[in-house]
């Protein structure tokens, strides 16, 4: 299986800073056909996860332009521009380059 | 919009077997590929199996003694079966749709776009 790595595990964050996410794989996630198999996703509160993220860097549909997504291989990173309070919750990558998919184990991002 | 709905029972006894249903609602299964993923209390997510619209799967190694996963199109539904539970199995189950997209190369690439709401399931005697 392919082991994924996030860091931090807890992410203290004041509205309107910047954050970032880190998230490393053990393989490549690099298909031959050149795009990474990485994927972010937003657990808030008492809800299933949401898609931000696909391909390592394409925001998914309705996702604000202050998620972005970075990286290539087994090094991604996930950046949010200007915090918002509606952001907090856990953030999980997912790699979907070979079964079993494989997450991260979360970063809890709150507001200080 | 697509919704996913999962169903089934929020307790059961330990060796027995769980069914959990997923009905899709606002589209057609046909053409997607459709997971399950559980998450046990304050743990992180595992995937545990998907299936596609066509009826091929796949399951996670870590349980596929135990599971079989099947689609019914005409339904507009899809199942997970999970054998000899213990309270390991003791998590929420989501179901999710996963859309695969052409590369314009012959392979294709995915993401998992929509979710259900998930489902407790404890296990318990």
């Known amino acids: 299986d392919i082991g994924m790595t996030q860091s931090p595990l807890s992410l203290p964050v004041t509205p309107g800073e910047a954050a970032s996410i880190s998230c490393r794989s053990s393989q490549s996630l690099l298909h031959s056909n050149g795009y990474n198999c990485l994927e972010w996703f937003l657990q808030k509160p008492g809800q299933s996860p949401q898609l931000l993220i696909y391909?390592?860097?394409n925001r998914a549909s309705g996702v604000p332009d202050r998620f972005s997504g970075s990286g290539s291989g087994t090094d991604f990173t996930l950046k949010i521009s200007r915090v918002e309070a509606e952001d907090v919750g856990v953030y999980y990558c997912?790699?979907?380059?070979?079964?079993?998919?494989?997450f991260g184990q979360g970063t809890k991002l709150e507001i200080k | 919009q697509v919704q996913l709905q999962e169903s089934g029972p929020r307790v059961v006894r330990p060796s027995e077997t769980l069914s959990l249903s997923c009905i899709v609602s606002g589209g057609s299964i046909s053409g997607y590929y459709w997971s399950w993923i559980r998450q046990p209390p304050g743990e992180a997510l595992e995937w545990i199996a998907y299936i596609s619209s066509s009826g091929s799967y796949i399951y996670n190694p870590s349980v596929e003694s135990r599971v079989s996963i099947s689609v019914d199109t005409s339904r507009n539904q899809f199942s997970l079966k999970v054998k000899s539970l213990t309270a390991a199995d003791t998590a929420v189950y989501f179901c999710?749709?996963?859309?695969?997209?052409?590369?314009?190369?012959?392979?294709?690439?995915?993401?998992?776009?929509?979710w259900g709401r998930g489902i407790l399931v404890t296990v318990s005697s």
């Open positions: 997912m790699q979907a380059l070979q079964t079993p998919y494989t």
């Open positions: 999710a749709r996963e859309v695969r997209r052409p590369d314009g190369s012959g392979s294709y690439y995915g993401f998992l776009d929509y």
């Open positions: 391909m390592g860097s």
